[in-house]
């Protein structure tokens, strides 16, 4: 969208009504791109001048907002908010929010029963009034929002990508938010230790669930399910057993998975075509990430299956 149309702009809110009055003179300019999943929706948008939106917000999920920049403050409710802070709002919550000029922003909205999955405790928001969670964001979150913006916010209407590549996206940044969210102060639990007899068992019931799942998407609130634990909880046993977070071991197992196939040498495949399959869209991100693991780029892991192995020299 490039021309300011509040029906075009309220018809890209998922299931809620939303009206957006221009605040300042000019010719606005603006943007916004959004994507469906099963359990799941994102809206990503920027606009050139500052704007007022308001009204009423999915009445089945709860919203999470993130502004991502914008040149001034934000005013949320009638409070100042700054860029990189976040705002939760339960269902069918009241939007009263106006927007800086250059305003950038990412909305997702997800069932109340993912969130509670996690263990997050995000207090006001779940009782039926917005909460503001201050914070700056961090470069892992920054990182995930570059990776996905290829299938969240892709530049032209004809980059499309499968149901199967947009729900893997949500998942991986509804994981990411989770983890921001927690950082913030909405885990429930964020103080607890673990014992090692807790940690080994949810270590063992996740690697159970990962074992009996052969498709590329796995959510961070089902794994948290599955080991009958927390996201915090979840975080600190694999920090303290593997030496790296959920998310990245998730993401190793995908790298894995990529270099199982680059390795079978089949003739019709693609690098592009396997890695996007396997949730990596932001290709060049992709193939850093795999050379700096495997020493060499997926380029020449397929190109070494497909010349097969080295003629044995006799003496």
Known sequence: MLDFDPEVMAMAVQDGVLEHVQLERGVFRGRIAHTTAAASRVDWGSYALSVLARGD???EMVSITLGLGGCGDWRVHGQTAANGDMI?????????????RQAQ???????????????????????????????????GLRQ????????????????????????????????????????RGGASDSGAALSPGERWRVIRRAEAFLEGRADPSVRIDDLCVAACTSLSRLERAFRETFGVSPRRYLMLRRLAAVRRELLRGDP???????????????????????REHFA????????????????????
């Open 57 to 59: 917000l999915s009445p």
């Open 88 to 100: 939760v709002f339960p269902e069918g919550g009241e939007m009263l929010v106006a927007l800086p």
């Open 105 to 139: 922003w990412l909305s997702l909205q997800v069932p109340r029963a993912r969130i509670e999955a996690a263990g997050l405790a995000l207090g006001r928001c779940l009782e039926g009034s917005a909460r503001r969670m201050v914070g700056v964001i961090d470069c």
């Open 144 to 183: 995930t929002l570059v990776d996905l913006a290829p299938v969240l916010a892709p530049q032209t209407q004809s980059s499309g990508f499968d149901d199967v590549a947009i729900s893997i996206a949500h998942d991986e940044l509804l994981a990411s938010l989770f983890g921001e969210l927690a950082r």
């Open 268 to 290: 019709q495949m693609s690098v592009t075509d396997v890695a996007t399959r396997w949730g990596f869209f932001h290709l060049g991100r992709f193939s850093q990430e795999y």
């Open 296 to 315: 060499e780029r997926p380029s020449q892991t397929l190109r070494t299956q497909r010349a097969g192995p080295a003629p044995i020299q006799l003496a």
